[in-house]
């Protein structure tokens, strides 16, 4: 009769050849470095990034700059509002400590604001037009509930599920368009940054 084995022991068989791979894992552990530093400046006030990274020792220095680039693209998204808005410019300044073409890195981060402030403008653009066209749908709903409770009743958009899923769609459509640009400006900078 064969012998029944533990999960631990299938498990251990398992990985007895398996070493851990030195290089890999102090990589990992610089590059997690690198993100911290850029947590730590998109956090706080008066943190130099460039400071920050040239304190690593020269050997990990490439992978402290992988993660903070990482971490730095990983920044730059879509604004839902004026706040992210200004997380994603102090991202974006954040390579600074990256590129040494700093010309170059001027236009395209102006070129990016601009982008991601005419994106939460036409953002407003989506939610007025689909407000607009919803108008009649939503009276309509309006009259028919008050006529089933026997007194007004007003409805807020924003709470009406097919509200909810014309404006998704609409905003999708936006977002999909604005994130295959902004796809080709984070190409950009990772080129930009060596």
């Known amino acids: 009769m064969s012998e029944i084995k533990s999960a631990l022991e299938i498990a251990l068989e398992r990985t007895q050849d398996v070493e851990a791979n030195k290089e890999a894992l102090e990589a990992n552990t610089f590059i997690t470095e690198g993100k911290k ?3 730590r400046f998109l956090s706080e ?16 220095l490439g992978h402290v700059k992988e ?12 604004p839902a509002d004026e706040m992210s808005l200004l997380q994603s410019r102090k991202a974006g300044q954040g390579f600074h400590a990256l590129v040494a073409d700093t010309k170059h890195l001027g236009k395209l981060l102006n070129q990016m604001e601009q982008f991601l402030g005419d994106y939460l403008q036409e953002r407003k653009r989506v939610v007025e037009a689909v407000e ?9 709903k309006e009259r028919a509930m008050s006529q089933q409770v026997g007194a007004r009743v007003k409805i ?20 999909d368009r604005y994130n295959q640009v902004l796809a080709r400006v984070r190409q950009e900078l990772r080129r930009l940054s060596g």
């Open 37 to 39: 530093a850029v947590s």
């Open 45 to 60: 006030e008066d943190v130099d990034l460039k400071k920050l990274l040239q304190s690593f020792d020269k050997k990990h």
């Open 67 to 78: 993660g903070a680039l990482q971490a730095l693209l990983a920044n730059l998204k879509l």
């Open 132 to 140: 607009q066209r919803f108008e009649p749908i939503l009276q309509q």
């Open 156 to 175: 807020d958009p924003a709470m009406d599920p097919d509200f909810q899923k014309m404006l998704r769609e609409n905003m999708t459509i936006l977002e």
